[in-house]
Structure formats: structure tokens, C-alpha cells
């Protein structure tokens, strides 16, 4: 019994043989094969080191069929060997690439093979060809590809955000004018060459100040600006960049989705051309898995209820808040209806126009969400692999954000900078007061950046909590007592 299964499965083997044989010992019928199946994968294939591949094992196929009458002395299994090795080889090394579940920059990657073919100066050339290599590694290392990396860039009075999914990336707003070489700098240190979508939420300064240098400084695929124009400098500089670098530029409509990645966006407003600058904010929905996160640039009440009442709005896990947490934005009903887990307010340190706004921080307290600003925290690094939402930074506690404590710390901590002699600030009722520490350090501080305290690292807690573990005050940043 078991023999016979043996020898019908050697007899199939040796069927199986002598079909393959007939095949290739059949040059013709060979060589057309191989043609076929070269062009469709070439056609199916973006991939430059894939094609690479391909083109050596066809060449490696011509090869022995010119030296067929070796070819033919070969044994029937070594024949066979032979070509299941080749196109093992082919499989392997050429598609493997493919595997990599983004398609997109392969596409990126053709696309640079396209500019790199027109191109007849030499030097540019091996510029290119190394720019793709290194393209083809990063598709290859990426681990990342199913996560989500949102950073808030501390741009102080500002907003900047980016966006990095897999191989794609994506800019909303640049900061101010002055801001332009710090985004460039935080975008280059990501490994990031290309900006797939830059959005520019409305005109104004402190939202596309920074976006012509940083446009200058990358590669960009299209920008998405809103419909209605502004005759500002920083604008009219913004279009002649784009013009010059000839971007593709869309003009943001409702509904209107892309990718970044895997992340699929929605523009949800403006709803119609408003008079404010502010309400004409490009408002981005973004989802990621199971997360939703809503960029709204500086939309104001009217914008937030014209999206409430078209129903175009649902639960969000994160929310960038509105126009730097101003009282115009974060309208209750607003809130209620997308209830954010967590809030990002970008806002610079003692601002002149005192956002966030002590009501907005109290209607997010209302609808239960986590405040994360980045003028108490710096750069807010937010990731997610669509499931679950991590931040780089703690929240920051509802009693810190009171905004009575807050100014009493502020006027102490500048009567302590005027005193000439290092005195720590007399705080009669702060116990309250918020101080920063790190795992290791032996001494809390009144900021995250004193000395070398690395910002990431640091963290808040209560003064009466820093005393009673027993950490001493900082000198250098006259840290309360
Ligand atoms: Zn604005
Ligand atoms: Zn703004």
C-alpha cells in the first residue's frame, strides 16, 4: 500500500517531468512564454529594482537557450532545477519590493525614473539614481507602514502640523514667516524628501508664513489652498512659490477625499465663502483604522455650526482645536456632537491675545476631553496604529489650566526674574502649581527646557506632590518653592 503511493507519486513526478521537458524543449513555444509573461510583468511592475530583476533573469534565460546543445545534456531534473531557480531568483529579488503594501511611492519611485531618464546631465543622473536606491532601502526598512505619526510642531503662536503614514507624508500649515528653517529642519529629520499634500488652511500669517520656504526646501505633489483669495504678502508669496514649482494646486472641496497612505481624508469646510478669513479654514477630517482625528485650522462658531448642521460630522478621537483655543472657536454644540477624546490646542507661550481661552478649556473639560497644548509641552508627537492613540507628552491637568493659577505663577515667576539675586518665587497658595521633572533628575524645574533637561522626557506634576517626594527646587530656572 504504501509503496504503491510511492510509485504513483514518483510516476506523477516523472509525468509531471516529461511535461515540463516537452515545454521547454520546445525553444519557440519557450521564448514566446517568456516574452509574455516578461511584458505583463513589466507592465504589473513600477518598481525599478523589480524591473532590474526581471530584465536579468530574461537575459539569464536567453543565455542558456544560446547555449541550448549544453542545455539540452543537462538531465531532466537539472533542467528543471535550472529554471524553477531562475524564476525563483525573479519571484524573490524582483517582487519582493511589491510586497510592501504601498503602492504609492513605488509609484513615487517610477515616477523618479521617469524625470531620471529625460535627464542628460550626468551628475544629476547618479544624484537620481542614488536618491531612488535610497527610496527602494526606506520601502524595504519601513516597519511603520501601518502606523500613524501626527506631530504637532511647536511653532508657538502658530499651527504646523505633520502628518506620516508609511512612505506618505502630509503638511497642514507652516508656522509664521520666521518658522519656515524650524518645519523644514523637523520634516528633514523625519527622512522625509517629499510632501505628498501640503494644505494651507486660510491666508493668514501664522498658518502659511512658513509654508514658501518650506515648500522651496521639498519635494511637493499638490497643495489644497481654500477658495477664497487674499492679497496678503505672505500669500501673494506663497503663489508665486507654487507657481515657480509649478505645483499642482486644488482648490479645497467639500467632500473631496485622498490617501496619505492608509489614511483617508475628507475636507469637511469651508461650507461656503464666509467673510471672516478665519471660518474659511479648510477643515480635514482624517481616519486611520478605528481613530478619526479633525484638523480645523482657525474655523470659528459659524464654520463649526455649519458642519454640525449638515450632518457631516460625527465622534472624533482627536481634535485640533480651533484657531489656538480662542473663545470664537469650540462652540459647545460643536463639541457635543464630535465629544474629542483628546484636544490639541497649538498656542504660544504668554500670547498676546491670552488663548487658549479660559471658556474653550472649560467646554473641553465639559465634554471630557484631554488637553495637550504645545506651549506647555513643545512638539506634540501623536501616533497611532488605528487602534490605540499614544502622545510623546502627558495631558495637561484641569487645575493647571485654570487660568487664575496660571497668571499668579506668571507674575511671580517674573517678579523672581527681575530680582537681580537668585530667589526663588514666593508662592503663598500655589501649592498647586505645576513644576517639571525628570525620571532621573534631582531637582524640579519651573520649565521643560532648563539647562539640559531633555523636554521630551520632562514631566509635570504638582509642586506639594515634587516636595513631598522629597525633589529639591532648581536655581538656574528659579523653580518655585
Ligand atoms: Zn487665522
Ligand atoms: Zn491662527
Same mark, same amino acid.
Given at each position: 500500500?504504501?509503496?504503491?503511493?510511492?510509485?504513483?507519486?514518483?510516476?506523477?513526478?516523472?509525468?509531471?517531468?516529461?511535461?515540463?521537458?516537452?515545454?521547454?524543449?520546445?525553444?519557440?513555444?519557450?521564448?514566446?512564454?517568456?516574452?509574455?509573461?516578461?511584458?505583463?510583468?513589466?507592465?504589473?511592475?513600477?518598481?525599478?529594482?523589480?524591473?532590474?530583476?526581471?530584465?536579468?533573469?530574461?537575459?539569464?534565460?536567453?543565455?542558456?537557450?544560446?547555449?541550448?546543445?549544453?542545455?539540452?545534456?543537462?538531465?531532466?531534473?537539472?533542467?528543471?532545477?535550472?529554471?524553477?531557480?531562475?524564476?525563483?531568483?525573479?519571484?524573490?529579488?524582483?517582487?519582493?519590493?511589491?510586497?510592501?503594501?504601498?503602492?504609492?511611492?513605488?509609484?513615487?519611485?517610477?515616477?523618479?525614473?521617469?524625470?531620471?531618464?529625460?535627464?542628460?546631465?550626468?551628475?544629476?543622473?547618479?544624484?537620481?539614481?542614488?536618491?531612488?536606491?535610497?527610496?527602494?532601502?526606506?520601502?524595504?526598512?519601513?516597519?511603520?507602514? %501601518? #502606523?500613524?505619526?501626527?506631530?504637532?510642531?511647536?511653532?508657538?503662536?502658530?499651527?504646523?502640523?505633520?502628518?506620516?503614514?508609511?512612505?506618505?507624508?502630509?503638511?497642514? /500649515?507652516?508656522?509664521?514667516? #520666521?518658522?519656515?528653517?524650524?518645519?523644514?529642519? +523637523?520634516?528633514?529629520?523625519?527622512?522625509?524628501?517629499?510632501? /505628498?499634500?501640503?494644505?494651507?488652511?486660510?491666508?493668514?500669517?501664522?498658518?502659511?508664513?512658513?509654508?514658501?520656504?518650506?515648500?522651496?526646501?521639498?519635494?511637493?505633489?499638490?497643495?489644497?489652498?481654500?477658495?477664497?483669495?487674499?492679497?496678503?504678502?505672505?500669500?501673494?508669496?506663497?503663489?508665486?512659490?507654487?507657481?515657480?514649482?509649478?505645483?499642482?494646486?486644488?482648490?479645497?472641496?467639500?467632500?473631496?477625499?485622498?490617501?496619505?497612505?492608509?489614511?483617508?481624508?475628507?475636507?469637511?469646510?469651508?461650507?461656503?465663502?464666509? /467673510?471672516?478669513?478665519? %471660518?474659511?479654514?479648510? $477643515?480635514?477630517?482624517?481616519?486611520?483604522?478605528?481613530?478619526?482625528?479633525?484638523?480645523?485650522?482657525?474655523?470659528?462658531?459659524?464654520?463649526?455650526?455649519?458642519?454640525?448642521?449638515?450632518?457631516?460630522?460625527?465622534?472624533? %478621537?482627536?481634535?485640533?482645536?480651533?484657531?489656538?483655543?480662542?473663545?470664537?472657536?469650540?462652540?459647545?454644540?460643536?463639541?457635543?456632537?464630535?465629544?474629542?477624546?483628546?484636544?490639541?490646542?497649538?498656542?504660544?507661550? /504668554?500670547?498676546?491675545?491670552?488663548?487658549?481661552?479660559?471658556?474653550?478649556?472649560?467646554?473641553?473639560?465639559?465634554?471630557?476631553?484631554? $488637553?495637550?497644548?504645545? %506651549?506647555?509641552?513643545?512638539?506634540?508627537?501623536?501616533?497611532?496604529?488605528?487602534?490605540?492613540?499614544?502622545?510623546?507628552?502627558?495631558?495637561?491637568? +484641569?487645575?493647571?489650566?485654570?487660568?487664575?493659577?496660571?497668571?499668579?505663577?506668571?507674575?511671580?515667576?517674573?517678579?523672581?526674574?527681575?530680582?537681580?539675586?537668585?530667589?526663588?518665587?514666593?508662592?503663598?497658595?500655589?501649592?498647586?502649581?505645576?513644576?517639571?521633572?525628570?525620571?532621573?533628575?534631582?531637582?524640579?524645574?519651573?520649565?521643560?527646557?532648563?539647562?539640559?533637561?531633555?523636554?521630551?522626557?520632562?514631566?509635570?506634576?504638582?509642586?506639594?506632590?515634587?516636595?513631598?517626594?522629597?525633589?529639591?527646587?532648581?536655581?538656574?530656572?528659579?523653580?518655585?518653592?
Amino acid at each position: 500500500m504504501f509503496t504503491t503511493k510511492i510509485y504513483y507519486i514518483k510516476n506523477k513526478v516523472l509525468e509531471g517531468e516529461n511535461i515540463v521537458n516537452k515545454i521547454f524543449t520546445n525553444k519557440k513555444l519557450l521564448i514566446a512564454l517568456a516574452i509574455i509573461v516578461y511584458i505583463a510583468l513589466m507592465f504589473k511592475i513600477p518598481n525599478i529594482m523589480a524591473k532590474l530583476n526581471l530584465i536579468g533573469g530574461v537575459l539569464f534565460l536567453g543565455y542558456l537557450f544560446a547555449k541550448s546543445k549544453k542545455f539540452k545534456k543537462i538531465k531532466k531534473r537539472g533542467k528543471v532545477l535550472s529554471i524553477l531557480g531562475v524564476f525563483t531568483f525573479m519571484l524573490f529579488f524582483g517582487a519582493m519590493p511589491l510586497t510592501s503594501s504601498n503602492t504609492k511611492s513605488n509609484t513615487n519611485v517610477s515616477k523618479d525614473l521617469s524625470i531620471f531618464s529625460k535627464d542628460n546631465n550626468v551628475k544629476e543622473d547618479d544624484k537620481k539614481a542614488n536618491e531612488i536606491k535610497e527610496n527602494v532601502i526606506k520601502i524595504k526598512e519601513d516597519k511603520n507602514l %501601518d #502606523e500613524i505619526k501626527v506631530s504637532f510642531i511647536d511653532v508657538g503662536q502658530a499651527d504646523s502640523i505633520l502628518i506620516q503614514q508609511g512612505n506618505n507624508s502630509m503638511l497642514i /500649515d507652516g508656522g509664521n514667516n #520666521e518658522d519656515g528653517n524650524l518645519v523644514k529642519e +523637523y520634516i528633514s529629520k523625519q527622512g522625509i524628501e517629499n510632501l /505628498d499634500v501640503v494644505i494651507g488652511t486660510h491666508p493668514h500669517e501664522d498658518h502659511i508664513g512658513g509654508l514658501s520656504y518650506v515648500m522651496n526646501s521639498f519635494k511637493v505633489g499638490k497643495v489644497y489652498l481654500p477658495q477664497k483669495m487674499a492679497t496678503t504678502k505672505t500669500y501673494e508669496n506663497l503663489i508665486t512659490t507654487i507657481k515657480n514649482k509649478n505645483i499642482s494646486t486644488i482648490k479645497a472641496k467639500i467632500g473631496e477625499q485622498f490617501y496619505i497612505g492608509k489614511a483617508k481624508c475628507t475636507i469637511l469646510a469651508p461650507r461656503k465663502q464666509y /467673510d471672516k478669513v478665519n %471660518d474659511n479654514s479648510i $477643515v480635514l477630517k482624517l481616519e486611520f483604522g478605528e481613530k478619526t482625528f479633525l484638523f480645523t485650522g482657525d474655523a470659528e462658531a459659524t464654520s463649526e455650526m455649519d458642519m454640525v448642521k449638515s450632518g457631516s460630522l460625527n465622534t472624533v %478621537d482627536l481634535l485640533k482645536v480651533g484657531h489656538h483655543g480662542s473663545k470664537t472657536s469650540s462652540c459647545i454644540n460643536f463639541l457635543n456632537t464630535i465629544t474629542p477624546k483628546y484636544a490639541v490646542i497649538s498656542v504660544g507661550k /504668554d500670547n498676546k491675545y491670552g488663548h487658549p481661552n479660559e471658556g474653550t478649556i472649560r467646554r473641553l473639560k465639559q465634554v471630557h476631553s484631554e $488637553v495637550y497644548r504645545t %506651549d506647555k509641552s513643545g512638539t506634540i508627537v501623536v501616533t497611532s496604529d488605528g487602534k490605540n492613540i499614544t502622545f510623546n507628552v502627558n495631558s495637561i491637568s +484641569y487645575d493647571e489650566l485654570d487660568k487664575e493659577k496660571e497668571k499668579e505663577i506668571f507674575k511671580d515667576n517674573k517678579n523672581a526674574n527681575n530680582n537681580s539675586k537668585v530667589n526663588h518665587v514666593k508662592q503663598s497658595n500655589s501649592n498647586l502649581a505645576s513644576v517639571w521633572i525628570t525620571e532621573t533628575g534631582k531637582k524640579y524645574h519651573s520649565t521643560n527646557h532648563c539647562g539640559k533637561t531633555n523636554s521630551s522626557k520632562a514631566t509635570q506634576i504638582t509642586l506639594s506632590e515634587a516636595k513631598n517626594r522629597g525633589i529639591k527646587p532648581c536655581d538656574k530656572c528659579h523653580a518655585p518653592i
